[in-house]
């Protein structure tokens, strides 16, 4: 079990500062995490909630006001721990006076990976983000997805176990979205751990295994996709082929009457995930320092 | 004989040697540990205060090994029994004796020496615990460091300048080549070598400096406000790598500008070439062999007389036939290469000429030039009217003048009686032009020579501030390497007197040597260019490493300043060692209070005096710590040497090179923590 797991945080808490440690912010507060190996694992939140400064700090960009955050069972001001690691920046900052093959031969050094295992690696990687046509232009001359699409290559140069993406459909159009989404089930598929975070909830809907749910820097929600999206109390019964008629509806509501439910309502469906996230961002406004209890700690706080 | 135009090098100090390398160091742990110590201390303090139930993360940061607690506490230890030594004036440095001046004149600065004394030592040991200390995290930082990163974060500032048509502004060099100087201003003959190789050194300067510091100074804090560091140090990469990285990038970028830019200059000054009147002496690389100058007159403390110019770096000597004053240079041993295969060896110099009456129009000064070997030691003479130094065993001097004559007869085929004037013939003595057998005179001169260790010319005629030259006989040089005679004097002695009434001889150090022969101009042209590239490398340095810590404007200034105060460290330095016998500036502020002259010797009964005596020593402590900190940026300067036809030695370069690592290297420790207590994403 300790073996498996990939990420951790303890307690994590940032608050940022000023100039004279005068506190402006505190940007994430208490977050206690823990993501498996061969798991993809998504955070989601709204803007400012977060999510990045919780992967900056796990990268050892920046260091925890309180609180740890372990990558591989080490520290994260452990340099060497960045050996299996992937990072994709919110937006991919890259030296815009290189271009795509100079880029990845450069991270690959930083590495230290030999010349000749780089070059190969640095063309199939090229070749995998779609790049193949563009591979001599300089950073500058590129449009906001095929820099995206280039820090995605960055990202998986060494071949890395843990993959760490910020938002990384952002400036995708939807064909690279799917894309975007396939690349990602397919590392799951080969083993690896993939930490993203994002807005877009169906991306994190189709793609993750688990989810956290942050709000101003509280961690509010935390679980499997499924289990979330979940209403124990409610069923959905889905077809296809059907009109909306009176009588369907007088049919259906017989039916669930023989069996003691009551009918509350057809339609198409929502993303339900959507739902959730919109209820959760709802209940956290309203209740300020509503935050997620584990259910270990949840089932006797109900008791009493 | 022409004169040579040129070997007006003022000399306020020597250059390093290699045999100064053990007392730089020494020095250098002294310096350098004393801020590595106050590191040491501070980060220890700090470390112990993080509480226990801070993250693992702030403490691994601040990590504190035993290493680094003992290297502390011996340090600590030694510093407290250098306190006890100094409290009870036990184990003083006499080694390192500081000469000042009395009257205010010119003290030449020189080389700290190592020394065994017990005050030194403790000094220097417990600065070398300090610097094992501090430097272990950064030593086995630098361990984990990879050539293959650290070539890539090289290449990155390489490339990124070239990209950014950065050679543009390089090209300005060009500038002054495109309107030579020759054009605006009219030159002596032998100045407009002089003028050349001033301006390209002052174009180079300006040219690299400039862009070094902008390209330095910014980067760091550009790939943090664009926020490229991220995917940086999100790479295996140790923090003192990326300023390593940065370092050799910019560095190495400089370099290869500063070499294109030595071969334009050269190739300008081949093509140009100077007037055909400068070229004979120009293009000269004299191999100079100097010696130790002192005073000499019948009372011994004779120091030379000051004559009142505002520059003090000459002491002048009486003119006069009756004079015993002398300008002695002395020299320990006699160097092989004086001896090898030649007839003779020059001893050049230049001296000033203060005319306390107006002289004859037109007329030199007449100086006697005795050269002199262990084995014809000389003193001065007993009687006032006399001014001619005596050979101290008398006898021997008696035998040497009784066979220069009989020499002399048998010269001009003369009897044992013949009255002769030995001295005359000999004067005029020329040596053979090379390959060719000497005359009859200059062999039997050089016989003589060799025989008694003793050569004299006398009127020579020389004007102000013009190089002459004399012509030694190899022969005496062999007389010094033989075995004998007082072993308590120097190899050999060169005493200068002046003959002409009325006039003083102005003589500094720097004024006279022997020369050992000529090397290729070309090659002191790109010697001369190490000097700057020191700089270069000293100006990255600091440029880069401040920019770790503070953002790009003010790191900029930051580097600019400290660099531009290194212009200005010998003059802070004469200060700081109380060369000024004005005293520092609260002895200069009590003495202004109480109307005194400020020269005036501080009343040492005074509590007042004593008090300001200690204020300025310990403003005196302060300069020098300002003085470790700013770069020693004169002895990195050779233009001089080059344009007056000097030589640069090889081991002075080497020894340059020893004084930038040894001033970078605190630089780049800091840093090192610098950059590991920085929050990049801040
Ligand atoms: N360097 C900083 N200094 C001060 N406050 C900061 C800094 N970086 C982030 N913050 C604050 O911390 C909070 C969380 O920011 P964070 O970037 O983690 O949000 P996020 O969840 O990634 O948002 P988004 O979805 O917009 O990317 C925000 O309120 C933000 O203003
Ligand atoms: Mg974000």
Known sequence: MAQDVIVETRNLTKTYRDFWGRKKKTALNALDLSINKGEIFGLLGPNGSGKTTTIKLLLGLLFPTTGDAFVFGESSANVEKNERIGYLPEESYLYRFLNAEETLDFYGRLFNIPSSVRRKRAAELIELVGLGNDKKRILREYSKGMRQRIGLAQALINDPDLIILDEPTSGLDPLGTAWMKELILDLRNKGKTVLMCSHRLDDVQDVCDRIAILFNGDLQEQGTVTKLVEDAQRMQITATGLALTDALKHDLDAVIKKHGGTLDGFGHPSTTLEKLFLRVVDESRARPGRRYLPPTEATPAAKS | ?682
């Open chain 2, 1 to 682: 004989m022409t004169p040579t135009l040129f070997g007006l090098l003022i000399l306020e100090r020597d250059p390093y040697v290699l045999a100064d390398a053990a007392g730089l160091v020494q020095a250098w742990f002294q310096d350098a540990g004393g801020f590595a110590a106050i590191g040491l201390f501070v980060y220890i303090l700090y470390a112990l205060t993080i509480p226990s139930e801070q993250a693992e993360s702030a403490k691994s940061r601040a990590s504190v090994t035993t290493f680094m607690l003992v290297m502390a506490v011996v340090s600590l230890l030694l510093y407290v029994g250098y306190v006890v030594l100094l409290a009870g004036g036990k184990g003083v440095d006499v080694t390192n004796f500081r000469q000042t001046s009395t009257d205010g004149s010119f003290v030449k600065a020189v080389a700290p020496k190592f020394s065994l004394n017990l005050q030194p030592m403790a000094l220097m040991l417990a600065g070398l615990a300090a610097v094992l200390g501090i430097g272990q995290p950064f030593a086995a930082n630098v361990l984990k460091m990879r050539g293959r990163r650290i070539w890539a974060l090289a290449k990155l500032g390489f490339k990124e300048a070239s990209r950014a048509k950065l050679y543009w502004v390089f090209l300005l060099f060009l500038l002054p080549f495109l309107f030579p100087a020759k054009w605006y201003f009219l030159f002596k003959a032998e100045n407009e070598l002089r003028s050349t190789v001033s301006i390209t050194a002052y174009a180079m300067n300006f040219v690299l400096l400039l862009p070094a510091v902008l390209l330095a100074a910014f980067s760091i804090p550009r790939d943090i406000r664009d926020q490229n560091i991220y995917t940086i140090v999100t790479k295996p990469v140790e923090r003192f790598e990326i300023v390593f990285g940065r370092f050799l990038g910019y560095a190495g970028l400089l370099s290869v500008v500063l070499l294109l830019m030595t071969t334009v200059g050269w190739l300008y000054i081949l093509t140009t070439g100077v007037s055909k009147e400068a070229e004979a002496d120009t293009y000269k690389a004299r191999v100079p062999v100097r010696g130790k100058m002192v005073f000499a007159s019948r009372k011994a403390d004779f120091q030379g007389t000051n004559v009142g110019r505002e520059f003090d770096y000459r002491k002048y000597i009486a003119g006069d036939p009756s004079s015993p004053q002398r300008a002695v240079w002395s020299y320990p041993r006699v160097p092989n290469a004086l001896i090898r295969d030649r007839d003779y060896v020059p001893c050049e110099f230049t001296f000033d000429i203060f005319r306390m009456t107006k002289g004859v129009e037109n007329r030199g000064v007449d100086l006697t030039v005795r050269v002199t070997t262990r084995q014809a030691g000389q003193v001065p003479p007993v009687d006032q009217k006399d001014g001619t130094w005596r050979w101290a065993d008398e006898a021997r001097g008696q035998l040497y003048a009784k066979d220069a004559k009989d020499a002399v007869r048998k010269l001009r085929g003369l009897g044992p009686n013949d009255d002769v004037n030995a001295e005359a013939v000999f004067r005029y003595a020329e040596p053979p032009p090379p390959g060719q057998p000497p005359s009859k005179e200059w062999a039997a001169l050089n016989e003589l020579t060799e025989k008694y260790g003793f050569f004299e010319i006398a009127g020579k005629e020389i004007f102000d501030y013009h190089p002459e030259s004399i012509n030694i006989p190899v022969g005496l040089f062999k007389n010094a390497q033989q075995p004998g005679g007082d072993a308590s004097l120097p190899a050999i002695s060169i005493a200068i007197k002046c003959q002409t009434g009325g006039q003083m001889l102005g003589v500094a150090e720097g004024d006279l040597y022997l020369l050992e022969g000529q090397r290729l101009f070309a090659e002191n042209y790109f010697k001369t260019s190490f000097g700057l590239w020191c700089r270069l490398c000293i100006l990255v340095g600091i440029a880069i490493v401040l920019s770790t810590y503070l953002a790009g404007v003010i790191a900029l200034l930051g580097a600019a300043v400290t660099f531009f105060c290194g212009y200005f460290g010998d003059h802070i330095a004469d200060m700081a060692t109380g060369n000024s016998s004005a005293g520092g500036p609260f002895r200069a502020v009590n003495s202004l209070l109480k109307a005194e002259q400020p020269t005036a010797q501080a009343d040492p009964a005074n509590s007042l005096a004593k008090l300001t005596d200690g204020g300025d020593l310990f403003f005196s402590w302060m300069v020098r710590r300002f003085i470790n900190v700013v770069p020693d940026l004169d002895s990195y300067s050779w233009t001089g040497y080059l344009s007056e036809g000097f030589s640069v030695p090889l081991e002075c370069l080497a020894m340059n090179l020893l004084t930038t690592v040894g001033y970078l290297l605190p630089w780049f420790v800091l840093s090192f923590y610098l950059m590991r207590s920085r929050e990049v994403a801040a």
